[in-house]
Structures are given as C-alpha cells and as structure tokens.
C-alpha cells in the first residue's frame, strides 16, 4: 500500500511538471520571428532576469515636461500562456507643475498603462505597446527602454500613425512621450 501511494505520488509530481513548459522569455521574439505557435499553457518566463534592470521608477526631463516612469514586473496569462512582462505607469507634467497625464493609480489592465511586449533579439533592448488617451488619431506607438548604466535609462517612443481615421481626426494627436530618446535616472 505504501509502495502503491509513492508511485501514485510521483506519477502525479511528473504529470504537473510537465503541464507547464518553461520557456526563457527573450525565445519569444524567436517564436514571432518563425511564425511558430508558442504551446498552449507554456509560461514565457524571466529565468535571466532581463527585465530586472528596469523595475524601479526612472525621472528626467525633456522638451519642457517632467517625466516620471514606475515599472513593474508581472505575469500574465494571455490567451493560454503565462508571460513575465513589464508595466509602465508614469506622471508627466510641466516643468510648472501641470500635470499633462498621470496613469500612476490605474489597473493592470486599463489601456493606458504601457504594457510589454518583447526582448529584442540582440537583449539590448525591451519593447511596450502604448496607447494614449487620443490612441486613434495617433498617441500610440512602441516604447524601447534600455539601460546605460546601472541608474540610466534610455526611453523613446516609435509612432504608429499608419491608422488614422481621417474622418474622425481632424489632425494627428499631439504626442505627450518622448518621441527622441531621452536619459531617465532610476530613483
């Protein structure tokens, strides 16, 4: 009997084991690159802690506005695989002390905060999608951060204005990110 519950035991410990693939999170941009599907259930995780150099909140100022950036690591579950990706919620105001967006107290989940993408291939670099509160008339793009140093960081955003509704904006959305790249000094 003993014998018998150790066995259904271990039989078991392997099935789990098996149930969820680990696989190192910058493989994903192999996967996109190949056009392969990433197994269902599989976990695209940190396991070189890539994304660890970023967490923390970064501050600079550019082009008259204040920047405050606060990421965060998480893990997601999208459409049946889990992924460790970055948030980023951020304040940005004038060097007056307007504040232009504040995205700070918002879910994981609201379109505003800037949610990860992937790891470039070369792990120079890490890329977000950003949505801003004028989205369809161009305030979106992709953010690439990358570190300098163990306190800097370069931030810029890459537009994406290929979908402009003609009909509902009359001109393209002022864009509140730095579309230049800009130093950050982790706080």
Do not use: H
Not at 88 to 111: A, C, H, K, Q, W
Not at 113 to 134: H, P
């Amino acid at each position: 009997m003993k014998k018998t519950i150790i066995l259904i035991s271990l039989t078991m410990i392997i099935i789990s084991c098996k149930a969820q693939q680990t696989i190192p999170l910058e493989k994903l941009i192999e996967y996109r690159d190949s056009q392969s599907d990433i197994p269902n259930g599989a976990y695209l995780q940190d396991v070189n802690s890539l994304l660890n150099k970023y967490i923390g909140t970064w501050k600079g100022t550019n082009n008259n506005k204040n920047y405050t950036f606060i990421l965060t690591k998480v893990k997601r579950n999208i459409r049946g695989v889990f992924i460790d990706e970055l948030l980023i919620r951020y304040l940005i105001t004038s060097t007056t002390g307007t504040v232009i967006e504040d995205t700070r107290n918002l879910t994981d989940t609201d379109p505003l905060v800037i949610e990860g993408d992937y790891i470039s291939a070369n792990k120079k670099y890490y890329v977000l999608n950003y949505f801003g509160r004028n989205s369809k008339c161009g305030q979106s793009g992709e953010v690439f951060i990358s570190t300098t140093s163990d306190n800097q960081l370069k931030l810029f955003l890459a537009t994406s204005q290929d979908m402009i509704n003609g009909k509902k904006c009359a001109t393209v959305a002022e864009q509140i990110l730095p579309t230049k790249s800009i130093l950050l000094t982790k706080q």
